[in-house]
């Protein structure tokens, strides 16, 4: 993060991304990390204009974030079901809804992770607010500017798209990229075959990633004499 902040590159290398046409979506078979970080990066960057009276900026920003479909209906970018509603009302909506109580081990993970970039960016622009220097004009130029710079190097991120025409040949391609020079955990392997052979029911549903995320949720919180095996 803090190199992200400090550079004056624009052309970062985030990797590879493999897709496969899921009615009329893309589902992520591997990227969604990242892109769940540019999602949240962005947010940031779009909460901090506003933060500053930069409305049309912000706004801007939640193009990337939320876009119209064919029917003109607001959609996100990014869908999940395992971190939802955590991401989409509290992250992905321009006009944030108060807190959720109860939060999953993901969403708490988010959580904390949207925290520390508001406050990396947030901190970024208070060198500028508190310099005693300059005008409260030029503070507003430079404050813009600033935030502009970090949503153009996040806009111009360089990565891989891979998209195929099956979740088969997806998985099989994630799993060549990911195999070459090191092993995917066993956990990964198993997640991942079982995403392969099993179809979910609801199409608009990723149904397998949902349950695996539960299960690892329930896993982590027992001992090895609690385990309940009708939890599983």
């Known amino acids: 993060m803090q190199s992200f902040l400090e ?24 990227g969604q990390q990242r892109l769940t970080t540019i999602t949240l ?8 204009y506003q933060k500053y009276s930069f409305e049309d900026r912000a706004s801007g920003a939640q193009n990337f974030i939320e876009r119209n479909n064919k029917n003109n209906e607001a959609t996100y970018v990014l869908r999940t079901e395992t971190s939802y509603p955590y991401l989409q009302t509290v992250i992905q909506k321009k006009e944030s809804q108060k807190k959720i109580t109860k939060l999953s081990e993901e969403e708490m993970l988010l959580e904390a992770a949207f925290n520390f970039f508001n406050e990396k960016i947030i901190n ?18 430079k404050t813009k500017k600033r935030l ?18 099956n979740e088969d ?19 990964d392997l198993i997640k991942n075959h079982l995403a392969r052979l099993l179809r979910e029911k609801n199409p608009g549903s990723d149904d397998v990633k949902v349950r695996w995320s539960m ?6 919180t027992i001992t090895i ?8």
């Not at 970090?150 to 025409?165: G, M, N, S």
């Not at 299960?215 to 982590?220: A, L, N």
């Open 41 to 48: 990066l962005l947010a940031s960057i779009r909460n901090c």
């Open 7 to 30: 550079s004056q590159q624009i052309d970062y290398f985030i990797g590879s991304v493999v897709t496969f046409a899921k009615g009329q979506y893309k589902a992520i078979v591997d």
């Open 215 to 220: 299960m690892s949720d329930y896993i982590k």
């Open 148 to 165: 502009d710079e970090l949503r153009d190097t996040l806009l111009a991120l360089k990565l891989i798209y891979v998209e195929l025409d």
């Open 169 to 187: 040949d997806a998985y099989q391609v994630f799993e060549t990229l990911n195999t070459r020079g090191k092993d995917l955990a066993t956990a």
């Open 225 to 232: 004499e609690s385990i309940d095996l009708g939890k599983l």
């Open 124 to 141: 970024e622009i208070d060198k500028i607010e508190t310099d005693t220097g300059i005008t409260i004009s030029t503070k507003r130029i």
